[in-house]
């Protein structure tokens, strides 16, 4: 569990009674989890994020149903639950157990387990979010190229392998030069570095070669990204990593018809969130993304949350529990094993 002190992550492992859990709702022994910029800001104890502690964060969480009093889940199913507010006032997928309510599961895409699905995470259903956006404005493949900026981490590594997969031609924009190599493994025609967007920044608008973007760090760097932004293209924007604010003015939105996509994972309708889901299952991509998925244990967690507060992550980072690592009764002990 964690004592955020505001300022860094700390935290240890301990055991926590099943009483400390909801009192109704959807039991899931949790098999597998996956590390988010926000799990970072709930264990540093940062305002906005989670009110109480201690606290178990883990905005994702896989496994199976233990327990329901809901007649949509019966023990033993597998299931995928994020979004809601799981993992931030609501004891999350760090630990062994959760319980929420019955709206929140999703069911584990056919051909998947707890371990694959953790593999891409809010992560990835963010990236599908922000490639569906895109092509239901209209930016399709023949439009021009694509930018992901944040290329590196988890949300900008998988839409440049959704995006190279869908037959788009992407340019991943990262600060990480070591990353360059995998990101064209996965599919980038082209690696920028951050400091490609940041020439003409005095200028209201620039020459007009990019279709769209996904934008994962927001700040400058977005306000850059609206200016390249060809007529009648759009902007998924699903981060802030660079700033809240964005310097712009209107003229990309009037005098080039562009358009910025806010991309809420947490909030969106759940038949987007079971299609988006669906489509990471179908996407063909795990093989191709493996190298970038780094698996962790408990006892790893507070150094990996240190890193990813730090921005120092290349890939992703996926939580395996006892249940994945050895086969266990899924009641036994007397508590779920939270960080």
């Known amino acids: 569990m964690t004592r955020g ?6 935290g240890r492992v301990e ?3 099943f009483g400390d859990l909801p009192d109704a709702g959807v039991t899931v022994r949790v098999e597998a989890s996956s590390l988010n910029y ?7 104890g940062r305002p906005g994020v989670t009110r109480a502690y201690p606290f178990t964060p883990g905005i ?5 149903v233990i327990a329901s009093d809901d007649d949509r889940w019966r023990p033993g199913d597998p299931v995928i639950v994020t979004s ?3 993992g931030m006032n609501t004891l999350g997928g760090f630990g062994e157990v959760v319980r929420v309510p019955a709206e929140w599961p999703v069911a584990m895409p056919a051909g998947w387990d707890a371990a694959a699905a953790m593999a891409y995470g809010t992560a990835g259903l963010t990236a599908a979010l922000a490639v569906r956006a895109l092509r239901h404005h209209g930016v399709d493949v023949s439009a021009g190229p694509i930018a992901v900026t944040g290329a590196s981490g988890g949300v900008g590594t998988i839409s440049v392998a959704l995006l190279a997969a869908a037959g788009y031609d992407v340019i991943a924009v990262t600060g990480r030069a070591a990353a360059a190599e995998r990101l064209r493994t996965v599919g980038a025609r082209e690696v920028w570095g951050r400091d490609a967007l940041e020439a003409g920044t005095e200028r209201p608008l620039l ?13 400058g760097p977005l306000a850059h990204l609206l200016k390249r932004i060809m007529p009648a293209g759009a902007i998924a924007a699903v981060g802030n990593v660079a700033g809240g604010d ?9 005098l080039r018809g562009v358009a910025l996509l806010g991309i809420d994972s947490a909030g969106c309708a759940r038949s987007e969130r079971e299609a988006a889901w669906a489509q990471l299952a179908a996407c063909g991509l795990d093989e191709a993304l493996a190298p970038a998925v780094h698996d962790l244990t408990l006892d790893e967690l507070e150094g990996a949350l240190e890193r990813l507060l730090d921005g120092d992550v290349d890939g992703r980072y996926r939580l395996l529990h006892r249940a994945v690592r050895r086969s266990v009764d899924p009641l036994a002990g007397v508590g779920s094993t939270s960080v």
């Open 5 to 10: 002190d505001g300022v860094r992550p700390w």
């Open 15 to 17: 055991e926590r009674p």
């Open 207 to 219: 020459r007009p070669d990019l279709a769209g973007a996904v934008d994962v760090v927001g700040g």
């Open 84 to 86: 809601y507010d799981l």
């Open 60 to 64: 994702d969480a896989a496994g199976r």
């Open 38 to 44: 926000k799990d970072a800001l709930s264990a540093a």
């Open 246 to 254: 964005v310097p712009t003015t209107v003229y990309p939105f009037i």
